[in-house]
């Protein structure tokens, strides 16, 4: 059993920076893809990035190109999301996830809590 929970979410203005945490317990970190969705009010929960097990591959949604990084430090068991020139339409709950198989598959196994980010303009 994985258990995921978010932090860093918050209230951030267009053009603006936030850096998502996702601490995991459990001993499937090292080994697991971990990968990042969010769901803005009235819309399906969408992917937004995800990394292998080594922080060698990495996989972005279009969206969120060139503008968010996606990182992950298994010694403290814990996966980043950095997030740059922030936009209004970023504004969403973001939830962590982990799974055995990379994009497009990507099955999640586990979710966290989510937390929630918004971005004025």
């Known amino acids: 059993q994985v258990q995921l929970v978010e932090s860093g979410g918050g209230l951030e203005q267009a053009g603006g920076s936030l850096r998502l945490s996702c601490a995991a317990s459990?001993?499937?970190?090292?080994?697991?893809?971990m990968g990042w969705f969010r769901q803005a009010p009235g819309k399906e929960r969408e992917f937004v990035a995800a990394?292998?097990?080594?922080?060698?591959?990495?996989y972005y949604a279009d969206s969120v190109k060139g503008r968010f990084t996606i990182s992950r430090d298994n010694a403290k068991n814990t996966v980043y999301l950095q997030m740059n020139s922030l936009k209004p339409e970023d504004t969403a709950v973001y939830y962590c996830?982990?799974?055995?198989?990379?994009?497009?598959?990507?099955?999640?196994?586990?979710w966290g809590q989510g937390t929630q980010v918004t971005v004025s303009s």
């Open positions: 996830a982990s799974a055995i198989r990379p994009p497009p598959r990507f099955d999640v196994r586990y």
């Open positions: 459990g001993r499937t970190f090292s080994s697991d893809y």
């Open positions: 990394i292998g097990w080594s922080g060698a591959s990495t």
